[in-house]
């Protein structure tokens, strides 16, 4: 069964950073477009970063500027370097992949991306 798993949540103070990592175990697959969404209790999931094989990143108006996606391609590994982080960045957080290359345009959609992660939980404590 192809699974992404995710890795690296926790718990830390305002103004503290996590650096989640998504593995793609057990898969000999390649993807091109990987990503991550985030859902605050209560709220529904959003769009966070996202980036392709060829090395495009794409990120929401809300992390940009400090938050890094990064990825590994040789482990099929993606990372979310998390940094100046806020409470209102509390929520699970879910690594997603598409072994197609998703369109600029649409890489903030959750519809394009068919393999998902169990989720990781950050918490940002005030």
């Known amino acids: 069964q192809v699974q992404l798993v995710e890795s690296g949540g926790g718990l830390v103070q305002a103004g503290g950073s996590l650096r989640l990592s998504c593995s793609a175990s057990?898969?000999?697959?390649?993807?091109?477009?990987m990503g991550w969404f985030r859902q605050a209790p209560g709220k529904d999931r959003e769009f966070v970063a996202a980036?392709?094989?060829?090395?495009?990143?794409y990120y929401s108006d809300s992390v940009k500027g400090r938050f890094t996606i990064s990825r590994d391609n040789a482990e099929n590994t993606v990372y979310l370097q998390m940094n100046s982080l806020k409470p209102e960045d509390t929520a699970d957080y879910y690594c997603?992949?598409?072994?197609?290359?998703?369109?600029?345009?649409?890489?903030?959609?959750?519809?394009?991306?068919?393999?998902w992660g169990q989720g990781t939980q950050v918490t940002v404590s005030s």
């Open positions: 997603a992949a598409n072994v197609n290359r998703v369109i600029t345009s649409a890489v903030g959609d959750q519809r394009m991306y068919s393999t």
């Open positions: 057990g898969n000999t697959r390649r993807y091109d477009t």
């Open positions: 980036t392709r094989r060829s090395g495009g990143t």
